[in-house]
Nanobody
Framework: QVQLVESGGGSVESGGSTRLSCTAS????????VGWFRQAPGKEREPVSC????????FYMPSVKGRATISRDRPNNMIYLRVDDLTPDDTAVYYC?????????????????WGQGTQVTVSS
């Protein structure tokens, strides 16, 4: 059973950057598909970025495309999301997710395992 723990959130000024980390334990992610989702107050959870189990396919939501990068560190069983040029619209709780189906990719929401989330607050 895989467990996911996010870190790296916090308060950032507009125009700044954030790098979120997700540490996996309990199993090796290996060919798991992984991704980052976010949920802002009063809004539904939405997919930010995902990467397939083979790392051959990636997805970025339109509003972060070009300023976000998802990556995975297989030896250390970690997943990262960097977002640059942040705006207040990026304020949300960011969740890491993983799924044993290697081809699973955003915007599909039904990833098998989720972390508890980390808050990112962007001030204007």
């Amino acid at each position: 059973q895989v467990q996911l723990v996010e870190s790296g959130g916090g308060s950032v000024e507009s125009g700044g950057s954030t790098r979120l980390s997700c540490t996996a334990s309990g199993t090796t992610l290996g060919r798991y598909a992984v991704g980052w989702f976010r949920q802002a107050p009063g809004k539904e959870r939405e997919p930010v970025s995902c990467i397939s189990g083979t790392s051959s396919d990636t997805f970025y939501m339109p509003s972060v495309k070009g300023r976000a990068t998802i990556s995975r560190d297989r030896p250390n069983n970690m997943i990262y999301l960097r977002v640059d040029d942040l705006t207040p619209d990026d304020t949300a709780v960011y969740y890491c997710a993983a799924d044993p189906r290697p081809s699973r990719l955003c915007p599909a929401p039904d990833f098998a395992t989720w972390g508890q989330g980390t808050q990112v607050t962007v001030s204007s």
